[in-house]
């Protein structure tokens, strides 16, 4: 592993904010969030086609693993519709929020996908994000809708990570994100039929963009989506998964502090908001510190048995 050096951890630093930004700018894009999405991946995959073909990287990966990652790109779609549904039914902290129990859901689903066995402190910890959850649902119950399809999008966002990285192991990491971003286009468009007959007033598509609309949705999928995504898999030759992880966990605080200085949420939430999100980002952080801890007292135990 390479050191990292002050720029890699300026670098690693902005990435995560870009995340955290993400739902910022689906607020300035005035079509909804279906559309929205529509548009974000099939730009995102021309441009992640572009990168492939530019490294001289193959496409080729096999017909079923094609279909199983087209699969996942459906889970990245209604991901994203939620993502940026949330965040305009109830408000961005609102949305970050909810999307920060993703740990809780990796802590119940890992293992029954993997075998990982239960670990008592994840338990502990995922109980602790109910209790942040039960907070924020007592206090700001007018964005129960909001908040549950935040955690709806942080259970679908679990998912197919816990995939993920099964497939990065087999394939380019770059090729299967130009298949997912695929996938959730692809999504979009099956939905479409059922979204206009029941999920509009119109039953008509917004497609049209203005300026604002078109330079946002290429900053999502140009900058957050693929240079985001190719940067932090490069910074990973340099960071510990440690690192990474916990600098990953900043990315709520970022986007609330955000969503304060821009939109002045600050005066919309109530005291239990900050209360809850305080306990859920508090359950976050703990999370790699506890992990750190047991894995050295682990260490220390193999090393005082005699070989």
Same mark, same amino acid.
């Given at each position: ?61 096999? %017909? ?21 549904? !949330? ?14 129990? !993703?740990?809780?859901?990796? @802590? ?10 239960? %670990? ?95 330079? @946002? ?78 894995? %050295?007292?682990?260490? %220390? ?7």
């Amino acid at each position: 592993m390479q050191t990292p050096r002050l720029k890699d951890f300026l670098e690693l630093h902005f990435i995560i904010l870009l995340w955290g930004f993400t739902a910022i700018l689906g607020k300035f894009i005035s079509i909804p969030a279906v559309e929205l999405v529509f548009y974000r991946t099939i730009l995102a995959s021309v441009a992640l086609a572009v990168v492939i073909r530019l490294k001289k990287q193959s496409f080729r990966i096999g %017909r079923r693993n094609i279909a199983k990652i087209l699969g996942v790109g459906f889970l990245i779609a209604a991901h994203w519709i939620l993502f940026f549904a !949330s965040a305009r039914v109830a408000s961005v902290s609102i949305c970050l929020a909810g999307m920060a129990t !993703s740990s809780l859901w990796t @802590s119940i689903l890992e293992p029954i996908f993997t075998n990982k066995k239960i %670990r008592p402190h994840e338990v502990a910890l995922a109980l602790l994000i109910m209790v942040g959850l039960y907070v924020i649902f007592r206090f700001e119950f007018d964005h129960a809708v909001g908040i549950s399809m935040a955690v709806v999008s942080a259970f679908l966002a679990s998912c197919f990570t816990i995939i993920n990285s099964k497939l990065t192991k087999q394939h380019a990491a770059t090729t299967i994100t130009c298949y997912e971003m695929a996938g959730a286009w692809l999504a979009t468009c099956l939905f479409f039929p059922f979204y206009r007959q029941f999920m509009t007033d119109t039953g008509e598509l917004q497609l049209g963009l203005t300026w604002v609309d078109v330079l @946002s949705i290429g900053v999502l999928a140009l900058v957050c989506t693929v240079y985001a995504y190719t940067a932090a898999v490069r910074l990973m030759h340099k960071f510990s998964a440690y690192t990474m992880n916990l600098t990953v966990n900043l990315e709520p605080v970022y986007g609330i502090l955000l969503a304060f200085f821009i939109f002045k949420e600050g005066e919309q939430m109530s005291a239990g908001f900050y209360y809850g999100a305080a306990i859920i980002l508090f359950s976050v952080f703990l999370h790699p510190i506890l992990e750190s801890v047991i894995n %050295r007292r682990q260490n %220390r135990l193999k090393d005082a048995l005699p070989n």
